[in-house]
């Protein structure tokens, strides 16, 4: 029974969000409010402690916020100061190939915007960008959604691989250790999956929207994508395992945009027959947009001082994050000095301690506010970059706010259960590990399986890898712990089926419909993309089933 008891905040939000289209924003909260009453009812928790791990989730998500904030307020600052009009202007010429401009735009300029920004920005930017040079609106949203699935996990410079390792950390013996796994395991099987998930992407196209609607006009593209496949791969398992999270998605991904660009002028791989679209007038009316869609600024900015912000940012956080690994005093500085309750806590006897000058949010914000004087931005741009971003973070914040107190609550509702009377013998467990205990003797060891298709799920309700690892990130390590598996390999499946869940999200599919003015077509696109949705899935759910067949746990904790 307390095992259905602690369900019943998850049943709930997902019953709400897909059942009667509830936002997140408006669910998370009122499952909150269920698991502190069940906390405080059932588990006996003291209503200071449930209100003290309840504002110290609120304080955990404010610093995945201002990740977010800095992250969406640059590529704002970008859009309006001109300098996304530079940058797509890099793309006009590269080739009149279709079928490449799908794979330079929507998987590798679409990997580098995740990697910059994530929540939902890559779909809500390529896809315009992939109609600019000639595609239907309904195939460059469908191309934009299916291509932002491999960088997700490291998106907004690895916010969803942070917090996913974040929910855990006070678990782990070696929590540095079991980090880098976390990071490595969960890029290897999303490498392997890379060309599949390009190849699928191309093969839509020239199926679904092609002239001849040929399969084979796929084929002569294999190629090309094996050779993209390998630049980008190369670079992100080597960021993954080198580096860390945040810089695997923006740093794979823009070294092999300026790679591919260079080498596809030169006619390198590029097919000898160009493959197009028909011409619009022969379009099915369902391809077209049925609202107008509005027009980015234009301007004349040179293409290198457009992306001088990014230059900054990059050099700041390899820098810093190089330096710190290889243990230099100033970098490891940053990262230890913090701003917070302090140890005693000042929060109920809580502690919550951030180290605010290693956040990447605020080095985003720092460059931001050097990009409006550097790009001379009026007073009226720069209101409108604040006013956009705004906008766009309030329903992310509502729903991490509120998503991580739930979670709090869930990791220490027996807090109090040995000074207290009267207890049942379930509830002097978490709630978490009641849930665990439930799904690990439901499922057993076919529990690998259902992992990712958990992360599918937190991904598809709240229109994000970052919130769905929010969710299940803690239940699918505690389900490892207790049927013996490597707590790395389920958690990475965990956040590789949030990203993966990105091709299918309704906030991410709503997103790309409004950009492209496709409107109306939201079913239709969630049925296409739920093929190479279930087909990733199944990839990696083999990859990390091979690995454990040959005996490997990356970091036992």
Known sequence: MYALIAFIPIILTVVLMTGFSWSAKSALPLAWIITFVSAIALWKMTPGHAIGYTLTGFLSAFEVLVIIFGAILIMNTLSRSGAMSAINRMFTGITPDARLQAIIIGFIFGAFVEGAAGFGTPAALCAPLLISVGFPPLAAAIVALQYNSIPVPFGAVGTPTNTAFTTVESALSNPDA??????????IPLAIGAPIIMFFGVAVLCKTFGKEKKLSDAFAVIPFIIYVAVVFDVLYLAFATFVGPELTSLFSAVITLFVVILSTKKGFLVPKTVWTFDEKSKWD????????????????????????????IAIILVV??????????????????????????????????????????????????????????????????????????????????????????????????????????AAKQPMLLVMAEALAALAGQAYIVIAPFIGVLGSFMSGSNTVSNTLFASLQYETATILSMPTVFIVALQNMGGAIGNMVCVNNVVAACATTGTIGNEGKIIRINAVPMVLLSLIVILVIGAAMMMGLDPAAS
């Open 178 to 187: 079991w980090r880098t796994a976390l990071t490595q395991w969960s890029a």
């Open 285 to 312: 009316k369902s391809w077209l947009n049925v609202t107008d869609v509005p027009a980015p600024k234009t301007s004349d900015m040179s293409l290198v001082r457009a992306w001088i912000p990014y230059f900054i």
């Open 320 to 425: 810093t994050r190089v330096s710190q690994n290889q243990g230099v005093a100033w970098a490891d500085k940053l990262k230890t000095t913090t701003v917070g309750t302090g140890d005693g806590g000042l929060i109920l006897g809580l502690d919550w301690n951030w180290a605010i000058m290693w956040s990447p949010g605020v080095v985003f914000v720092i460059v931001a506010i050097i990009t409006f004087a550097l790009h001379g931005m009026k007073s009226s741009e720069i209101k409108g970059a604040l006013d956009d971003t705004v906008k766009q973070v309030t329903g992310a914040a509502i729903a991490l706010l509120f998503g991580v107190a739930m979670v709090n609550l869930f990791r220490f509702t027996n807090i109090d259960s040995e000074t207290m009377t009267g207890i049942a013998e």
